[in-house]
């Protein structure tokens, strides 16, 4: 009951194992309006509503200029992460269709990981909310091909761990016109409609309709002072030719509100102007360890991995090559197997001409007895001469055609001796390529049995608490190399990216449905051609004479 808001919000940074506690604020809503818990006020004297149980949530309060160099802990990049993305699909921060779809693929890589074609399969991402609802209405496609062209993207992010992808989502997403500003509703002298940003560069003035491009900006290091009585609100710049600006609010709740961004954010530029603390800097160096830390467990990683993929495919190609032989052994069984069947069938072929050979040449020496015995015999009238020498005649024709087949016969009963004499040579090559085949599968299989992984052979499965890392000076040095190395690489992949974008744009533009456009659409379409950013509004901060700024 007698706890201060800072109580509260240590407890929850001291949960979350949170150390960047400068960007974060517990929030709650009273009256339609928001308000942050103050860290030296009792939580229960704040204006909270009086429902149980109260509820308060943890955001971000203040954006830093550069993500990259300024967030440190990857549980602060994460949570921003988690509330830029909301913002983003929530359409509280405006996007362009084709950033849409990058920033999508970022997040799905952080999700999922890297791409695998056979996990990932088509329709993956149909339950995932990745785009704003002004995107996907304002294009004739299907969710399929919106599904495509991310997962397209998807699978060039592939190497990226999740707190990398996260930070890329970042570095694009800050530079979105909307990111990190808060807007209220103000009216000037003359009682006109303005909106008033305030951001971590400093305070802009806008068009109620015109979210996106300031009528007028005042960077942090070129305000003298800002001042609030009851609803009137005052800005006096640091150059004192420039008119002071003032301005009205609905409420002086709100007046409150602004007042505490500005010092916050104020606070923060000037921090981020000036050499790290003590702490950033121990913070910094405890994340480059950590940094190289993870990079070595992902190279290790990475290694026995690859090992794992070779030892995976050898394995597969030594079952391959076992089936290869074992489907040639079958097949030389069955060729053995007939090569027996057509020599036994020669064989009994080759018995039974030999037998009726020796049939015909029987019968041949019959009928030359009968014909000695005719001629033997003796005719005493002419007429039975003559009828017995035809007779003579038609036996030594019907001999000789005896013994013209009997000599046919015996050839053939040559050729099928022969022919049987190859079968067995056949069947005894057989054999012996099959006997060549046993003794190679086992020659085979004895060496797949060396060469296949070890039964002691590490299971691959990596225990965190038992990698141990030595960094060496050589170790940061050569790290420190590879960072400023990934820099210029960065720099290509980023012009590599615009080109992407803009392709991806041109693809898409002949889908887009016009009548669809909303106001912002059309204002970020014409920035874009006139070469309009957010950072162009905004004058650079001058090197010399810089004065402090009183709040």
Request: hydrophobic letters at 35%.
């Amino acid at each position: 009951v007698k706890w201060k808001g800072k109580d509260l919000f240590d407890l929850v940074c001291r949960t979350l194992g949170l150390r960047e506690t400068w960007f974060f604020g517990l929030q709650y809503t009273i009256k339609d309006t928001v308000a942050w818990l103050k860290m030296d006020k009792k939580v229960l004297d704040h204006d909270v509503p009086t429902e149980e149980p109260k509820t308060f949530h943890f955001l971000a309060k203040f954006y830093p200029e550069n993500a990259e160099e300024e967030l440190v802990q990857e549980i602060t990049q994460h949570l921003f992460f988690l509330q830029v993305k909301k913002q983003i699909l929530d359409e509280k921060i405006f996007c362009p269709p084709e950033a849409s779809v990058l920033l999508a693929s970022y997040a799905v890589q952080a999700k999922y990981g890297d791409y695998d074609p056979n996990v990932h399969k088509r329709g993956f991402l149909a339950q995932e909310e990745l785009l704003p609802k002004r995107v996907i209405n304002l294009y004739q496609m299907t969710p399929e091909m919106w599904e495509e062209r991310i997962t397209a993207w998807y699978a060039e992010h592939r190497g990226r761990a999740r707190d990398e992808a996260e930070m890329e989502y970042l570095k694009i997403a800050q530079d979105l016109e909307m990111y990190g500003v808060n807007y209220f509703a103000i009216r000037n002298k003359k009682g006109t409609e303005l909106l008033l940003g305030v951001d971590a560069l400093g305070l802009h003035i806008y068009d109620p309709d015109n979210r996106l491009t300031p009528k007028i900006s005042f960077p942090w290091n070129e305000i003298r002072n800002i001042s609030y009585s009851d609803k009137e609100f005052t800005i006096k710049p640091l150059d004192k030719k420039i008119d002071v600006f003032k301005f009205n609010s609905s409420k002086l709740r709100v007046n409150k509100l602004i007042l505490q961004l500005c010092i916050g954010n104020h606070d923060l530029f000037m921090r981020r102007r000036k050499a790290d603390s003590l702490e950033v800097q121990q913070m910094k160096a405890q994340a480059r360890e950590e940094k190289a830390r993870k990079q070595m467990e992902r190279q290790c990683l990475a290694r026995e991995k690859q090992m794992r993929e070779e030892a995976e495919r050898t394995r597969d190609e030594l079952e391959r090559r076992l089936m290869q032989l074992k489907e040639e052994a079958t097949m030389a069984n069955e060729a053995l197997m007939r090569s027996e069947e057509t020599a036994d069938l020669l064989a009994e072929k080759a018995q039974i001409t030999e037998e009726e050979a020796k049939l015909l040449a029987q019968k041949a020496a019959e009928a030359e007895q009968e014909m000695q015995r005719i001629k033997a015999t003796a005719i005493r009238t002419e007429e039975e001469k003559r009828l017995m020498e035809q007779k003579v005649l038609e036996a030594e024709m019907l001999a000789l055609k005896m013994a013209e087949e009997s000599e046919r016969r015996a050839k053939e009963a040559d050729q099928l001796k022969q022919d049987l004499q190859e079968a067995r040579e056949s069947e005894r090559r057989a054999k012996q390529k099959l006997l060549e085949i046993t003794s190679k599968s086992s020659y085979t299989s004895m060496n797949s049995s060396t060469t296949a992984l070890p039964t002691d052979l590490p299971s691959f499965n990596l225990i965190s608490e038992s990698l141990s890392f030595d960094f060496k000076d050589t170790d940061m040095k050569r790290l420190s190399m590879e960072i400023e190395k990934e820099k210029v690489e960065y720099m290509e992949k980023s012009k590599h990216l615009q080109e992407q974008l803009n392709e991806l744009k041109t693809e898409i533009e002949a889908l887009k449905l016009k009548e669809r456009e909303t106001a912002l659409d059309i204002l970020h379409n014409e920035n874009s051609s006139r070469g309009n950013s957010k950072h162009n509004t905004i004058k650079k901060p001058q090197a010399q004479g810089r004065r402090p700024i009183c709040i």
